[in-house]
């Protein structure tokens, strides 16, 4: 089901089925030129499969925004090993929600994608590592799973390509840093979600030690449209540099939050006010996040003439990410937010390294004293000095995903800790926003 | 031990679902799945999964105190989870929280006398556009009110 009213503006590539009776079914996924991309590229060679992926500009969704067909290329298909793929359906991002609905409402798109995947790299087993918290998509997901084994759409000889394919789902037990691939990777084998060393990169060492390509849930599910129609109508779909369209999950002070699916390069401006309604009781915008709580933080000055697309985030020192979109308005505490946003990495930290363990423990301790009874003005140098030196330090990106948010708001809201340093609650504590819709 | 024959189906295609000496791969989701049968990852379960799985209870004790959703003390019978992170927190999640625990007057991870409800402050739970968001067991619930938060509560006091 959809939680939110899709909008007009949104190019439906991925969603092109949401709303359909039994958008989930076999039946509806058959009828709406389901599985075609697939049969394509039985028909094709790997190569061949590989060459329009890297047409398309597909780039990993998940936050890195790897080029796709890149990475599919890097798995040594002459390997005696077997090969595998394996779904990152561990979404959890801090404003991230799309895998979710994708699943939810087609889960086939995704089978189709991985079998695609399959057929590119010679893997004959796939794992959907879904987070322990969507029980209920795991229960989809088995559902799409048995249903595509009963009629020949998985298992041996796939409707007479002669390609033999088994998927299975995994489930997660509450662990974000499961979503990074070498610890989710670790996690499927039945052990602690520990980052692994790399190189080996998983795409040659991965899940039980072979090969293994490993993408977001929205990467799979962009194959069988690149397929079907082509890697060139899907890269016209985007800007130079990435194409499709992207998963956008806008939350916080809009007035319309929902998941929206927006062509890659879709002007931020826009996609606040016409997509998302605009800014809640007509408020100012004070702090943008464009693609979950570990990318640095715009200020609203930051966010004229800024488009939705890798390049574009990154030209203004942040990152497209997952596409969690977090909306702040004027009366929102910058010092509060940036004192959750470390609790919580924080809490994931999994301790395998001193600069991540200790640098996030301390972060949490000296933003938590600031935000509740004002901190000293050395503080505010000592929270940015803390996580600079966290920033490329940590065994996995999960220090990093630390640091940059702090970072970001120690310097462009420093004003916000001066404003703390009295000794008097927060200011933004009694405002009168923090009334709940 | 003795599961459901739901359960125990669900453990056989676990165990054929991994290359072949892999089967510890199945222990994680193995442990999760008993424990929504069993309430708690209790020491005979350990033994059992460790068993199962072939590896020795400690190397299963060393895996599952990674993982938050896994317990070892048994929680309420509904278990309320309230997300206060950010996109939470911006709809007044936090609120939710404390307002739960007054009416409660239970704490972080702490069941009602009666063991028939518990409460967890957690993390992002993946449903940060429909915030604030809170889960009862594996249930969602969005847009969630005070108001709203008293009627869920209230129901599943009573509820069997």
């Known amino acids: 089901m959809l939680y939110n009213e899709p909008s007009p503006l949104e190019t439906r590539v991925l969603t092109r089925r949401f709303g359909l009776p039994n958008s989930a079914s076999l039946d509806t996924y058959l009828a709406t030129e389901g599985y075609q991309g697939f049969l394509k590229a039985a028909g094709m060679k790997p190569e061949e499969i590989i060459e329009e992926v890297k047409i398309s500009n597909l780039r990993g969704r998940g936050g890195a925004g790897f080029p796709a067909g890149m990475k599919w290329s890097f798995v040594p298909r002459t390997s005696p090993k077997p090969k595998y793929i394996v779904v990152n359906a561990d979404e959890s991002e801090p404003g991230t929600c799309k895998d979710r609905v994708l699943i939810e409402n087609d889960p086939h798109q995704l089978i189709e994608g991985v079998l695609i995947a399959g057929l590119a790299v010679g893997a004959h087993a796939g794992y959907i590592y879904v987070r322990g918290e969507y029980r209920y998509l795991i229960e989809i997901m ?8 009963a009629n020949g759409w998985l298992g041996k000889n796939i409707r007479g390509t002669g390609f033999d394919f088994d ?30 060393i790399r190189p080996p990169f998983p795409a040659v060492v991965g899940a039980f030690q072979c090969p293994t390509v490993l993408n977001n849930v929205e990467t799979f599910c962009a194959a069988p449209a690149i ?27 809009v007035n319309k939050p929902g998941v929206y699916e927006l062509r890659m390069g879709f002007p931020v401006k826009q996609m606040i006010e016409e997509v998302g309604g605009g800014i809640r009781n007509g408020r100012k915008l004070k702090a943008f996040i464009p693609g979950g709580s570990s990318c640095p933080v715009l200020t609203a000055e930051e966010c004229e003439g ?101 970072i970001s708001i120690v310097e462009k809201f420093r004003s916000e800790f001066e404003e703390h340093l009295s000794g008097r609650p927060c200011p933004y504590e009694s405002a009168s926003h923090m009334v709940t819709v | ?40 990852i209790s020491e005979e379960l350990i033994e059992e999964v460790a068993e199962r799985v072939g590896v020795t209870a400690l190397q299963v004790n060393e895996v599952l105190s990674y993982y938050s959703m896994l317990h070892r003390k048994p ?29 409660l007057g239970v704490g972080h991870k702490e069941a009602t006398g009666d063991g028939q409800i518990s409460i967890e402050e957690v993390e992002c739970i993946g449903a940060c556009s429909w915030a604030p968001a809170i889960q009862v067991n594996y249930d969602f619930h969005h847009f969630v009110t005070p108001e709203k938060l008293d009627q869920l509560l209230d129901s599943l006091r009573k509820k069997p």
């Not at chain 1, 060139?232 to 916080?252: N, Q």
């Not at chain 1, 939705?308 to 020192?317: C, T």
């Not at chain 1, 030196?389 to 948010?405: H, Q, S």
């Open chain 1, 227 to 253: 397929l079907r129609d082509g890697g060139a109508a899907f890269a016209a779909l985007g800007v130079p540099r990435a194409g499709g369209t992207k998963m956008i999950c806008l939350t916080g002070h």
């Open chain 1, 167 to 196: 998927l299975y789902t995994h489930t997660g037990a509450g662990a974000y840093e499961c979503g990074e691939e070498s610890a989710l990777l670790e996690s499927l084998e039945g052990k602690r979600g520990i980052p692994r």
């Open chain 1, 142 to 149: 088995d559902q799409a799973i048995a249903e595509a084994y």
């Open chain 2, 75 to 103: 929680l309420g019978k509904y278990h309320v989870q309230i997300c206060t992170n950010i996109s939470c927190l911006l709809h007044d999640g936090d609120k939710l929280w404390e307002h739960a625990c007054k009416k």
């Open chain 2, 1 to 40: 031990m003795t599961f459901s024959p739901q359960l125990e189906a669900r453990f056989a295609k676990l165990l054929k679902s991994y290359p072949e000496g892999r089967q510890r791969a199945a222990m994680v989701p193995m442990l999760l799945y008993a424990q929504d049968e069993v309430g708690h």
């Open chain 1, 306 to 406: 800024l488009t939705m697309d890798y390049d574009a985030m990154a030209a203004r020192k942040t990152m497209l990410g997952s596409g969690g979109v977090i909306v702040m308005d004027e009366d929102t505490c910058m010092v509060k937010a940036a004192m959750r946003i470390m609790r919580f990495y924080a809490h994931e930290s999994c301790g395998w390294c001193i600069p991540c363990r200790e640098g996030t423990t301390w972060l949490r301790k000296i933003l938590v004293r600031f935000h509740e009874s004002g901190g000293t003005r050395g503080d505010i140098d000592l929270v940015g000095d803390i996580a600079r030196n966290m920033l490329g330090r940590t065994f996995c990106p999960l220090g990093d995903a630390a640091a940059m948010p702090t």
